[in-house]
């Protein structure tokens, strides 16, 4: 039975980190994912990464913007920490490998981004994520003797000791479908958000929830599960992300007038005014009926006002992208993009070290929610917040680990839970719906009701169909009967996971009733801080999810009205 | 791929035929076909997505993103590889034989798992192991950033893009033949590194892949991986900027006899024009002189060498005129050749093709005003500028690009003249 001081459940960005600071702090680490860490999603991630390392620019500023983007739902002693921290971490991150674009005297060249005062995003053409992910593979690849890998491994579920500690995990091999107890004197969740509960979405389809609904089963509370993040420019078709950098380097969005709309809403930013707001301006437009494209379902993007040689080189992957899945040359036309599901502010609730409120648990990443985006998260802070706060995790696992004892703990009923419970998926009779539907019709449920509006009658619906199709999961039937790479079981058992997610976000908005951040309800289209400037935390209780509030900390930046 | 973006197209049929594997049935691998409606510009993985959802959960494929970034899902469509995610229906159609069925396997040069997944650590990741795929940072770090020039970043960028598919690793000609050449994907790693002006280890690291049997003189130079790549990061190119640095810049001479074979190549073209068949073995061991031939290395390597000659003579493959007198060509034509030398070889510095610099092919066709590129002083590459204003940076560093782009756009083919194809 393997046994290490930290395992780290997820290798994209903050799992790397965390699994390298564990390390270098002395602790024995294993990291564990369920697909080949460069698969992860971080990888997908394209503008940049925020940090004040400007000579010009100051922590202050880029925390006040991040409070502000958040809609003061951020907690702001997290942010100071975050922003804080953050241009240390960037050159810790150049010093390491990562080939950021310079400007003509050498230096980290920055660009603009949504909801920032200033150029403050430093990037990797618009492959940043994918930069970030491969040069700390790299590390982990030279750190082979101090972190060992589980690639390919997909934990089931977390083991809880005699106190209700975390004292390890059972996950099963994905090529030869053993299954197998790991155990850890801590746990770093990193695995990261859960995209798929909603269809369709920019996020991968590995992107299923497991962090968050793992640490929802074991007792910890979710916070901000409500704020969802619609990016605003998506393809129409597949929900592609095209990145935010395009606007960062100069492109306009257009209505079917061919008028730029955002001087309605955000008069001084225009298309770099937080994604909640350009998200919503651009649903405006479509809602009223001056979209473009087939059914008016959709704004252009245009990138044509960026020069072209630009474009090529630092908008690559985009042109790419432009091409290959929307057959459009956005150095020549304006490509046609919506808002998608992108992103979830809201995750297990931790402290600035990784924390959970279960002991030797912590989580790091989208899975977490410390929370520093609160409301919104500006865009390139993402980056920012995998490594900060994965390194932090890290560093406080091993040094905690380091003055505790082995973990005692009881692994044999927990492996022969899970194995038969696998089993009897696998054993199942083609009876009621296969995983797929399901999976389908949660997906489009939720990307009707609880979207960029959201109303009362509409997040009830969805959660009803939540409840249906969670009683529908329970027989859905999969065809794989093999052990090795039966990715049809593991479909269902992220199923489960997604059912978890879905749940706490309809609940915390059915909640909410105000517009923050993210969400918008049209019955009640206004902030309300006297009643609502604080978190909402959805534990699972034993008959189904528990709402309860929590303190939004502020430590120097009251609260005002928002404009772009 | 032009299509409008707002096209509605129609659904149609496709069918899948699909490479299956169950290791765990004891039988052998067998073709399974499946039937799905979708657009036309949709893609392979969609179908295959399609399948699995309606038909078959059990269908076995790696992937996620959908967007060619996650490079998970590379596969084998119609005999060539590719990401399924980054196939379009039509397009694959279009590939198909006679019966227009899709045909799907998975990648080759890598054992198969299960139906498309094969088993990338056994082979791609321990080449990539193999070129010290990290940093070797100058010392002492820079309490800020390295500062390096702004090309050189862009430059690795290329490298930097690749997603780590194995697509290129799947049809490497030279791994099939030799399974141990560190190949394609790994070597483009390595340039990653070579290229990074923050690395301190460039001729160590050139030393030891050229040195290696299996390293950079390895390549065949066949453009299979050029091919396959679908983020366009050229790993042949890299390779044969490995092998130039290696040569141009550190003087490196292998014990693959690499570095010689190519400088035969190159000379025996531009003092003929052609290719001198004959003179290529006794002028790779001897050097490039008459009495090159008489070396002992060239003459154990004739000796060795002796079999096949025979046999290229009896079968009428080589004539002893052929043997003893080089190609003729018109001596204009000559003179062209020896031009292109000239130009190549007069230039202060290596002029290298980057896709992430100098935009796609087609814009290599339109030049703007001929100015060297990296070499050159700054005063030719943009014009001076007084206060770089936020507004203009863009603007201005664009123009530093179509210098950068100019410059190659206007650069013959480099790998006309300093290279040769190598067949060891």
Same mark, same amino acid.
């Given at each position: ?564 | ?366 030049? @703007?005003?001929? $100015?060297?590129?990296? +070499? %050159?002083?700054? #005063?030719?590459?943009? !014009?001076?500028?007084?206060?770089? &204003? ?8 664009? @123009?530093?690009? $179509?210098?950068?782009? +100019? %410059?190659?756009? #206007?650069?013959?083919? !480099?790998?006309?003249?300093?290279? &040769?194809?190598?067949?060891?």
């Amino acid at each position: 039975m393997p046994a290490h001081d930290v395992l780290i459940i997820g290798a994209g960005l903050a799992g790397q980190r965390a699994a390298l600071a564990a390390a270098q702090n002395g602790a024995s680490v294993a990291i564990m994912s369920k697909v080949h860490p460069v698969r992860s999603h971080s990888v997908a991630a394209a503008g940049g990464i925020n940090a004040a390392i400007s000579i010009d620019d100051d922590w202050h500023s880029h925390a006040y913007d991040t409070v502000k983007g958040s809609d003061y739902l951020g907690d702001q002693d997290a942010i100071e920490v975050m922003c804080s921290e953050a241009p240390a971490e960037v050159m810790h991150l150049e010093h390491i490998g990562v080939t950021f674009h310079r400007n003509d005297k050498g230096e980290m060249d920055l660009r603009a981004f949504g909801g920032a005062s200033m150029k403050r995003t430093a990037y990797v053409a618009d492959i940043t994520g994918q930069a970030m992910l491969h040069v700390l593979y790299e590390q982990l690849m030279k750190h082979h003797e101090t972190v060992e890998r589980f690639e390919e491994w997909f934990t089931t579920s977390l083991l809880l000791d005699d106190n209700g500690r975390c004292a390890g995990v059972i996950a099963r091999d994905v090529r030869s479908g053993t299954l197998e107890a790991f155990t850890a004197k801590n746990v770093i969740l990193a695995c990261g958000g859960a995209g798929q509960v909603y269809k369709p979405t920019t996020n991968g389809l590995i992107v299923t929830g497991d962090g968050i609904a793992l640490a929802y089963r074991a007792g910890a509370p979710l916070m901000d599960m409500e704020m969802v993040q619609y990016h605003p420019t998506c393809l129409v078709e597949t929900g592609i992300l095209i990145t935010e950098g395009a606007r960062g380097e100069g492109a306009h969005l257009l209505n079917a007038n061919g008028e730029r709309f955002m001087e309605k809403s955000a008069p001084n930013k225009m298309e770099l005014a937080s994604r909640d707001v350009v998200s919503r301006a651009e649903q405006i437009e479509i809602n009223e009926g001056r979209g473009v494209g087939p059914h008016g379902a959709g704004i252009f993007l245009d990138v044509t006002v960026v020069p072209r040689r630009r474009t090529l080189e630092a908008l690559r992957e985009i042109v790419n992208l432009g091409r290959d899945f929307a057959g459009v040359d956005i150095t020549r036309e304006p490509i046609m993009i919506r808002p998608g599901q992108h992103y979830i502010m809201g995750g297990v609730k931790t402290d600035v070290d990784g924390r959970t409120s279960i002991e030797g648990l912590y989580a790091a990443g989208e899975v977490a929610c410390v929370s520093v985006h609160g409301g919104n998260r500006l865009g390139a802070n993402s980056l920012l917040d995998t490594l900060i706060f994965g390194r932090r995790a890290g560093e406080d696992a091993a040094a905690r680990a380091a003055a505790m004892g082995p973990p005692r703990v009881e692994t044999l009923a927990p492996l022969r839970a899970d194995a038969e419970r696998i089993d009897a998926i696998i054993a199942r009779p083609h009876q009621g719906r296969r995983v797929s539907e399901i999976k389908a019709e949660l997906g489009e449920a939720m990307n009707r009701h609880a979207a960029v509006f959201r109303d009362e009658e509409g997040l009830q619906s969805a959660l009803q169909t939540v409840a249906r199709l969670r009683e529908e999961a329970e027989t859905a039937w999969i065809d794989d009967r093999g052990t090795v790479f039966n990715q049809d079981v593991l479909g269902a058992l992220e199923l489960g996971f997604l059912l978890d997610c879905a749940e706490a976000t309809v609940v915390a908005a059915l909640e909410r009733k105000e517009s923050r951040g993210a969400q918008f309800r049209t019955d009640y289209p206004a902030r309300n801080d006297a009643e609502w400037l604080k978190h909402i935390d959805v534990a699972l209780g034993p008959d189904g999810p528990v709402v309860s509030y929590s303190p939004v900390t502020i430590t120097q930046w009251e609260p005002e009205e928002r404009k772009y | 791929m032009t299509e409008a973006h707002d096209r509605e197209g129609g659904i149609e049929s496709f069918t899948l035929r699909l490479r299956r594997y169950d290791p765990e049935s004891g039988e052998a691998p067998y073709w399974d076909e499946h039937t799905v409606e979708l657009e036309a510009h949709r893609s392979v993985l969609e179908a295959i997505l399609q399948a699995r959802d309606r038909f078959d959960g059990s269908i076995g494929i790696r992937c996620s993103c959908r967007q060619a970034i996650c490079g998970s899902c590379g596969v084998r469509v119609n005999g060539e590889p590719a990401l399924a995610c980054h196939t379009h229906l039509d397009a694959a159609r279009g590939g198909s034989g006679a019966d227009g069925v899709i045909e799907i396997e998975p990648m080759g040069n890598m054992p198969v798992i299960k139906d498309l997944i094969v088993d990338m650590d056994e082979v791609h990741w321990k080449k990539i192991q193999r070129v010290t795929p990290w940093l070797l940072a100058k010392q002492p770090v820079p309490e800020r950033e390295y500062l390096v020039p702004r090309e050189s970043m862009v430059d690795v960028t290329q490298t930097m893009a690749c997603i780590q598919c194995g697509a290129c690793v799947s049809d490497c000609l030279a791994m099939e033949v030799d399974p141990g050449f560190i190949g394609p994907a790994a070597l483009a790693k390595a340039y990653r590194f070579v290229g990074d002006p923050r690395d301190d280890q460039q001729y160590e690291r050139l030393n030891d892949l050229a040195q290696d049997p299996q390293g950079i003189f390895d390549c065949t130079h066949c453009f299979k991986c050029v091919e396959a790549c679908p983020k366009d990061v050229n790993p042949m190119g890299q390779i044969m900027r490995l092998r130039r640095v290696a040569i141009a810049d550190h003087h490196i001479r292998d014990h693959n006899n690499g570095e010689r074979h190519e400088a035969a190549f190159a000379t025996l073209i531009k003092d003929n024009g052609l290719l001198w068949e004959a003179e290529l073995l006794p002028r790779s061991y001897g050097g490039n002189s008459f009495f090159g031939k008489f070396a002992p290395s060239a003459a154990k390597e004739l000796l060795s060498s002796l079999p096949s000659i025979f046999k290229a003579l009896a079968r009428g493959k080589v004539t002893l005129a052929g043997a003893l007198k080089p190609h003729k060509i018109p001596s204009e034509d000559l003179k062209a050749v020896q031009g292109i030398y000239d130009k190549v070889e007069g230039r202060e510095r290596r002029y290298e093709l980057n896709l992430y610099i100098s935009g796609s092919d087609e814009d290599n066709a339109p030049v @703007v005003p001929e $100015q060297a590129a990296v +070499g %050159a002083t700054p #005063s030719t590459v943009a !014009p001076p500028r007084p206060d770089p &204003g936020p507004p203009s940076a863009a603007e201005e560093e664009s @123009v530093t690009h $179509q210098g950068g782009a +100019g %410059a190659d756009a #206007s650069a013959d083919d !480099p790998e006309a003249g300093s290279e &040769g194809s190598n067949s060891q």
